[in-house]
């Protein structure tokens, strides 16, 4: 089972998180803006790089999103931080 | 009856305490201490089993988990363990041990006449055999045949094996030499350290080897490993399997004592001291009850005072075979060395230069022939090499190397998280193993030592030029000729290789046969052993019961349903419950047929009064200046244009403008929502809303918070809701339809909502948990004076189908957008962002052959329609046009109702489809989804 850093509450086991999306997707807006291609890459077009990724986590307990960085070919953990902009 | 019992030797045994057991019907006299094998060994038991497939006689082969001929049938009290290996399980008094795969007795088998028929049941067998005719025809046949232990389904284990995580800083996996001096040294730092250990005792090979480590008996070293283990906070588990190694360091094993454990380690450090296991040697027969591990039978000699014949050949080409020798000669064996090696080193034991190339005997070795020559015997011990024990390594992703001076697969520095030492390392030298475990243990490099660079004088395999069969696998019944063939088929990976022989799957996992396997195969087709690669490896190590892994995780509490404040109070009332959307609820009350009483109790609903638990709705708290933008950005339907006072019914939609809840948003306050989700969708939406609260709205302007389970919410609905109200004693504020106000109860305040699921008028009454008993006895005395009663969900149900009210999942599916159900309004209008609204806007989404919401009204009879049934056109060719979601008969409407999602549904009310199930087609004409009060002339009572 992996371990986890959430940056709220620390190293947790993976049966308490849940993946949400990858990392550095910004949404496109306003909708009567955006064609339907670009829409759809938004939507399913992922880079699942093999090796280090970014991508942002759920950690159910605490309900807080956060950023994790980890290799997806090792499963080694390089680090979580908080999603930009929170306040506390 | 070769087996037999020393007088003095055995450490483990207590011969105050004899025990008996029965094996196969016939009585076996052990003592406490035993193990199966060594009680039926002793006892001179020597057919255990019967192969696989060829039901050849099988005797004891080894010590432990790589046991392939000793699976027995283990009943004990009101226990029963198919597929034991006799190794493994200690013996106990008044125990019913069965030999599987043979009957009626593995002496006597009645099958063993398929051994003749070898020559027609090559490798592949079933897959070239049974093509022609349906595998159907066949199957039931096998089936019996195949397989080894079975199940006894009257016997349902205990759910008590209590599930444990920990957390160490060194984990020790093996309690041999290398172990226990990684242990101590590593205890001596100060760290805590688990070491885990398969027998019962500490010391690995040492128990029967003796010696020395570090100038002082093992024993002394292993009383001190665990005192000063304990000391430092550790912890020593014994009759552990360590069975899988997982990621991030965490481990799970399983403690088979009393109380038995299973364990989730998670350790900082991981040393490995798994050990090895002996080889075979092969020449024909070598599957003979009587052939046996060299070092099994030591083992089996000095800890139980169990030995296996009185005149024994052993056949070895290293000296670790020369103990053994010593050891049964001392016992009073007569041995005679089999010495492979061109140069061997005189031992005192009488010894023959050269190889065993055949075994004889009918049900156990009787001779055996040695350079030609057949020299009698009664047990022939087979010292073949070792073959380190590294399935942990390799589920940690660890690598393997070939090592030609060792012959054999050593661990890849660094390619898992965990260091390897001793035997399992490949180090076999007592003092060397003791060294690099010290080393391990306090972290410290070890010292370098030239590694040995000579090959060694002679390595044994399986020889194709030997005449008769040599067995490679016992456990699967896999022979030289077996791999020869599957090489010449093309099967020649190693993975291949596996799944066509079935070489080295079941208990053992090829433990003893997966080397044999791999280097015949290499010498086949001419490839070297690291070109040929190894099979995967994956937990569990050894085979583990279920029952350990999920504990207490099955029936009831495998997932366990969400109770009711009020539960009693129902169940009182005869309430039958089932489990909805994770929430185990009231389905009808009171005994009879369930859809005679739900139909019953809907209609009662539809002329006074019914009331119903509705508790498990979702409630979720949205507050702060920011909370309207939070559900307008997130909900489908806006809410920040609500006033406060006001409910209003709304979506939510998945970013690819699929309905994935619905729901009605109260406005209590300017800055307070209260989000009323499905029963089963809290968390998502709470999630979903979290989502758009942290990455978008901002944290410090609205806060969720999840209050679902802190009220009870009681609905009345009905024509007689007020009245009953009134007798109740409950003063209702003055509300519109889609109002919320508050009221007093009992003191406390008591939210009122005249929200309808019914089309009826309704009152949610909702109170803080604490009050709720009050509340339902309030009433349940009430309700008999309007002639109303408890409804359950079956009547809900029935009440909201005909009103045509859908329910997420069950009359959408993952297609299904907000304006396929007729809420095409915010979608036109809206011109701010919401989540999904892109989505909406897809050709597909504006394609014309969306499949829509609508109802369905039989024209032959009131037989309900089947859920699920396919639309299709009146005439032309069957397509499917769509299919019902939902279907009942309507206590209200006297006729089968029913809702479904139809192609164009919406035009083509007024016309008619055909509705499609199991061969079966009815007529029906399409209608709106709702069918009962359309005009809503009955939602104010």
């Known amino acids: ?86 306040t506390r | 009856m070769t087996g037999w019992r020393h007088q003095t030797l055995g450490r483990n045994i207590d011969r105050s305490k004899p025990l008996r057991f029965s094996f196969d019907g016939q009585d076996v006299d052990g003592f406490a201490g035993d193990t199966l094998a060594s009680a039926l060994i002793a006892s001179g038991q020597r057919i255990l089993g019967r192969s696989f497939k ?76 049974f093509m022609a005719l349906p595998w159907r025809f066949y199957e039931p046949m096998i089936r019996r045949m195949a397989g080894l232990g079975r199940v006894d389904p009257s016997c349902a284990p205990r759910a008590d094996v209590a599930q444990v995580s920990a957390e160490c800083d060194v984990l020790v996996i093996g309690a041999g030499p290398a172990g226990i001096a990684a242990a101590k040294a590593a205890a001596e730092t100060g760290k805590r350290v688990w070491l885990v250990e398969e027998s019962s005792q500490l010391g690995g090979t040492l128990r029967w080897r003796g010696g020395e480590i570090g100038g002082t008996p093992w024993q002394e070293f292993a009383a001190a490993t665990r005192e000063i283990v304990l000391a430092a906070g550790g912890r020593i588990l014994t009759e552990t399997t360590l069975w899988g190694a997982f990621d991030h360091g965490s481990f799970a094993a399983w403690e088979r004592g009393v109380p038995e454990r299973h364990w989730r380690i998670r350790s900082t450090r991981t040393i490995l001291a798994s050990g090895g296991i002996e080889r075979p040697v092969w020449f024909a027969n070598n599957d003979l009850p009587g052939v046996m591990s060299a070092e099994a039978a030591f083992h089996h000699l000095i800890l139980y005072g169990a030995a296996p014949g009185r005149r024994v050949l052993l056949a070895m080409a290293s000296d670790r075979g020369v103990p053994v ?16 090696r061109k140069t061997p080193v005189d031992c005192g034991v009488p010894r023959v230069t050269g190889r065993i190339e055949a075994a004889h005997g009918r049900r156990g070795v009787d001779s055996a022939t040695v350079n030609g020559k057949r020299i009698a015997c009664d047990t022939i011990l087979c010292a073949g090499g070792t073959t380190p024990t590294l399935h942990i390594w390799c589920q940690a992703g660890g690598k393997l190397d070939w090592d030609a001076s060792r012959d054999m697969l050593v661990p890849r520095p660094g390619t898992a998280p965990m260091t390897v030492v001793g035997a399992a390392a490949g180090v076999l030298d007592l003092e060397t193993a003791v060294e690099d475990g010290w080393a391990a243990g306090s972290e410290i490099e070890a010292t370098n030592r030239p590694a040995p660079k000579s090959p060694p004088d002679h390595v044994f395999r399986p020889d194709p030029s030997l005449p008769g069969r040599q067995w490679i696998d016992l456990q699967n019944d896999v022979t030289l000729k077996d791999v020869t063939l599957a090489a010449r088929e093309g099967f020649s990976s190693v993975e291949h290789l596996k799944r066509y022989t079935t070489l080295g799957m079941a208990t053992d996992q090829g433990r003893t046969s997966n080397f044999a396997g791999l280097t015949a195969m290499a010498a086949v087709t001419d490839r070297t052993i690291p ?12 085979p583990v019961p279920l029952r350990a892994i999920a504990g207490p995780a099955r029936g009831a509490l495998y997932h366990a349903p969400k109770r ?71 909900g489908y339907v806006r809410m920040s244009t609500l006033k406060p006072g006001r409910a209003r019914y709304g979506f939510m939609l998945s970013e690819t403008g699929i309905v994935y809840d619905d729901g009605v948003v109260l406005r209590l306050a300017e800055d307070h929502f209260l989000v009323s989700t499905s029963s089963s969708h809290v968390e998502g939406v709470r999630y979903r809303l979290e989502d758009a609260r942290q990455d978008r709205i901002g944290r410090g302007r609205v806060f969720i918070h999840d209050i679902t389970q802190g009220f009870t919410t009681l ?35 008591m939210r009122v909502a005249r929200i309808s699921f019914t089309g009826d008028l309704s009152y949610e009454l909702s109170v803080p948990a604490n009050l709720a008993h009050a509340l339902h006895d309030r009433l349940d005395t009430a309700l008999p004076e309007v002639g109303g009663c408890w409804i359950g969900l079956e009547a809900v149900l ?86 019902v979601t939902s279907s009942c008969f309507s206590p209200t409407l006297k006729r089968p109702i029913a809702l479904a999602l139809l192609e164009n549904g919406r035009d083509r009310i007024g016309g008619s489809v055909q509705v499609f199930n199991d061969g079966e087609v009815r007529s029906a004409e399409v209608t709106m989804a709702c069918a009962f009060d359309p005009k809503g002339e009955y939602l104010d009572g």
């Open chain 2, 531 to 542: 070109a040929t690669g190894t099979t995967t490896y994956r937990p569990p190590f050894q």
């Open chain 2, 564 to 634: 009711l404040t009020l539960e009693d109070m129902h169940r009182a009332a005869g309430a039958r419950f089932r489990e909805y959307g994770g929430w185990l609820r009231p389905a009808t009350y009171g005994a009879g047929d369930e859809t005679t009483v739900a139909r019953i109790e809907a209609q009662t609903a539809r002329q006074s009064v019914g009331v119903f638990d509705a508790s498990p709705l979702g409630k979720l708290d949205v507050i702060g200046p920011g909370a309207a933008d939070l559900l307008d950005f997130t």
């Open chain 2, 54 to 129: 060829y039901h050849r006689p099988r005797g004891l082969w080894g010590m432990g988990a790589e046991e392939p001929n000793a699976v027995l049938d283990v009943r004990h009290g009101s226990e029963h363990w198919p597929n034991t290996r006799a190794t493994l399980a200690r013996a106990q008094d008044g125990m019913t041990v069965t030999s599987v795969n043979a009957w009626p007795t593995a002496r006597g088998d009645m099958f063993r006449l398929m051994d003749l028929a070898h020559r027609f049941l090559p490798a592949g067998f079933y897959y070239k055999t």
């Open chain 2, 798 to 883: 029935i009440l909201r189908a005909e009103k045509g009210f859908i329910l997420i999942g069950k009359d959408t599916d993952g297609a299904t957008m907000p304006h396929d159900l007729g809420w095409g309004g915010p979608r036109t209008r809206r011109e701010d962002e919401y989540i999904g609204k892109r989505s909406l806007f897809t050709p597909e989404a504006q394609g014309d052959k969306r499949r829509q919401l609508v109802g369905l009204r039989v024209r032959d009879g009131d037989a309900v329609i089947a859920t699920g049934s396919h639309l299709i056109e009146d005439q032309g060719a069957r397509r499917s046009l769509g299919f």
């Open chain 2, 715 to 749: 609905t009345v609905t009905g024509p007689k809701a007020r009245e009953m109200c009134r007798k109740a004693g409950i003063e209702l504020p003055d509300l519109p339809h889609m109002g919320v106000g508050q009221t007093s109860f009992e003191g406390s305040p």
């Open chain 1, 1 to 86: 089972m992996q371990h986890f850093p959430c940056p709220f509450c620390g190293l947790r086991n993976e049966t308490e998180f849940h993946f949400a999306v990858e990392a550095g997707h910004s949404r496109p807006e306003p909708a009567e803006r955006v064609s339907d291609a670009e829409w759809a890459a938004y939507l399913y077009a992922n880079k699942s790089p093999k090796g280090e990724s970014r991508e942002v986590w759920l950690h159910l307990s605490c309900g807080e999103y956060f950023i994790l960085s980890r290799d997806t070919v090792t499963r080694a953990v390089l680090g979580s931080v908080t999603l930009p902009g929170v």
């Open chain 2, 325 to 340: 020798a010593r050891a049964l000669t001392d016992a009073g064996v007569e041995v005679t060395l089999v010495d492979a």
